[in-house]
């Protein structure tokens, strides 16, 4: 039974970069047919996909933060990682790390999520 | 990119059928088979119900079922119950090469 689960700081200061890492277990991050995506939620409002990469390291990101974000596969810890870099308090929501079955829409496993909030 | 539009609120009666519409664009919606929905209750993560339009994962009740016309995707719940009472996105993949939601529609069992 894979399950994920993200970590990082709840709390970034303005124009800082926020890190997050999504620990897979239960299952390989280099199983072929799944890819790896950020998706988040700012308080009150609806989901927002950030971005996914596949097993090989192949990333494609939301075009409105494509700029700003960076999403890796560390194959060794069996996790994957986002970056988003000079964040301000539009960027406060939770986070969700979650797995996509390659070649469809399915995104079936889902983290719990990890609330970031930034402020100084 | 801009959401797709879902309307904001839907109700029912149990034992209804109610239908939640996700309108995009031919860019998204209307140009590929990759539209998928979500379920979320508060403060939960979401769950998985529909992908690649009408396809439904193992473990999800056939009272579940999606379909699409033209750029307008749907989702439908038959035999309404409490527990369906809770917040549902829909997702589909763009000309982008990625992804994007709906505005989310909260559905309440009357």
């Known amino acids: 039974q894979v399950q994920l689960q993200e970590s990082g700081p709840g709390l970034v200061m303005p124009s800082q970069t926020l890190s997050l890492t999504c620990i897979v277990s239960?299952?390989?991050?280099?199983?072929?047919?799944?890819?790896w995506s950020w998706i988040r939620q700012q308080p009150g409002k609806g989901l927002e996909w950030i971005g996914y990469i596949s097993y090989s390291g192949s990333a494609s990101y939301n075009p409105s933060l494509e700029s700003r974000v960076t999403i890796s596969v560390d194959t060794s810890k069996n996790q994957f990682s986002l970056k988003l870099s000079s964040v301000t308090a539009a960027d406060t929501a939770v986070y969700y790390c979650v797995r996509v079955r390659e070649g469809t829409s399915a995104y079936d496993i889902w983290g719990q999520g990890t609330m970031v909030t930034v402020s100084s | 990119q801009s959401a797709l539009t879902q309307p904001a609120s839907v109700s029912g009666s149990p034992g209804q059928s109610i239908t939640i519409s996700c309108t995009g664009t031919?860019?998204?919606?209307?140009?590929?088979?990759?539209v998928s929905w979500y379920q979320q209750h508060p403060g939960k993560a979401p769950k998985l119900m529909i992908y690649d339009v009408s396809n439904r994962p193992s473990g999800v009740s056939n009272r579940f079922s999606g379909s699409k016309s033209g750029n307008t995707a749907s989702l439908t719940i038959s035999g309404l119950q409490a527990e369906d009472e809770a917040d549902y996105y829909c997702?589909?993949?763009?000309?982008?090469?990625?992804?994007?939601f709906g505005s989310g529609t909260k559905v309440s069992v009357l």
């Open positions: 031919s860019s998204d919606v209307g140009g590929y088979k990759y």
């Open positions: 997702t589909s993949y763009t000309s982008s090469n990625s992804y994007v």
């Open positions: 239960g299952g390989s991050i280099s199983s072929v047919g799944y890819y």
